[in-house]
């Protein structure tokens, strides 16, 4: 079975634990990437839950890893600008 790429945009406290919960709850699904504005947070949760791309842009994620669904987990100013990337 093709799993479903997720990307993660926004790895603060709530981006984590959609992270946590999407690879733990659901089987169909391969988180492929995420990407905060702060790349040592997003390295640093790729290497906790082993996901194998971290960026420090949604731009940047958005062109060069998953394609198939992302969860937005960014502060409400900022969610519909990075939703529709």
Known sequence: MTKLGIGILGVGAMGKQHAYNIRR??????LVA?????LKRAEQVASELEIEHSYNSVE???????????????QNRTRASRAAC
């Not at 709850?25 to 391969?30: D, G, H, K, N, T």
């Not at 940047?60 to 987990?73: F, K, L, Q, T």
């Open 60 to 74: 940047a994620a958005a062109e060069r890893s998953y394609r198939e669904g992302r969860a937005v987990a960014v």
């Open 34 to 38: 995420v990407a905060d504005v702060d």
């Open 25 to 30: 709850l659901i089987p169909e699904a391969q």
